[in-house]
T-cell receptor
Framework: GDSVTQMEGPVTLSEEAFLTINCTYT??????LFWYVQYPGEGLQLLLKATKADDKGSNKGFEATYRKETTSFHLEKGSVQVSDSAVYFCALTSGSARQLTFGSGTQLTVLP | DAGVIQSPRHEVTEMGQEVTLRCKPI?????LFWYRQTMMRGLELLIYFNNNVPIDDSGMPEDRFSAKMPNASFSTLKIQPSEPRDSAVYFC??????????????FGPGTRLTVL
């Protein structure tokens, strides 16, 4: 079945540091890939997505590129802020299924 | 739009009691999803509806769980009888449903359920 593997957290960075959160996937066919973010006490919000190979999703300074050859969708940001502290989930949908398959989530804490 | 609305936000109940969680999807969306989030299992799909019809309920843990969507603007998830292991955050999400697997799902704020 489909699966998503994220790097283990928690991740703690200083403000303005570079962020990478690794995400790899296993899926049949050509999945769509997503990054969702969950702030404390809130639901999940879409951060960015990519629906085909080599697409780059971007939003709020975050980027991720759909790499079919390495089955990866790593999240990056060049300079994190304290307000980026949250849990980040990599996810996919594939085939005719519309439900999201999530990774385990990565807790990010950014210190001032 | 108001976004996906869930109620209650918090529910504390005793083992054996019936619990009903409610969800109002975004107007015009025709797919609705119920997810459960726990520390042990992460985020997992319970059931999803398309045009008010249940499409995949393979994630529903057991017969104690049931979900309905009587119309396009309302869905319920019921647990009867509840057990302590049902304690979790339950999220409802909706999507437009017309874009296939690339559709964005919009999540509600969740219901935190505690079963004592």
């Amino acid at each position: 079945g489909d699966s998503v593997t994220q790097m283990e957290g928690p991740v703690t960075l200083s403000e303005e540091a570079f962020l990478t959160i690794n995400c790899t996937y296993t899926a049949t066919g050509y999945p769509s890939l997503f990054w969702y973010v969950q702030y404390p006490g809130e639901g999940l919000q879409l951060l960015l997505k990519a629906t085909k190979a080599d697409d780059k999703g971007s939003n709020k300074g975050f980027e991720a590129t759909y790499r079919k050859e390495t089955t990866s969708f790593h999240l990056e940001k060049g300079s994190v802020q304290v307000s980026d502290s949250a849990v980040y989930f990599c996810a996919l949908t594939s085939g005719s299924a519309r439900q999201l398959t999530f990774g385990s989530g990565t807790q990010l804490t950014v210190l001032p | 739009d108001a976004g996906v609305i869930q109620s209650p936000r918090h529910e504390v109940t005793e083992m054996g009691q019936e619990v009903t969680l409610r969800c109002k999807p975004i107007s015009g969306h025709n797919s609705l999803f119920w997810y459960r989030q726990t520390m042990m299992r992460g985020l997992e799909l319970l059931i999803y509806f398309n045009n008010n019809v249940p499409i995949d309920d393979s994630g529903m843990p057991e017969d104690r769980f049931s979900a309905k969507m009587p119309n396009a603007s309302f869905s319920t998830l019921k647990i009867q009888p509840s057990e302590p292991r049902d304690s979790a955050v339950y999220f409802c999400a909706s999507s437009p449903g017309g874009g296939g697997k690339g559709d964005t799902q919009y999540f509600g704020p969740g219901t935190r359920l505690t079963v004592l």
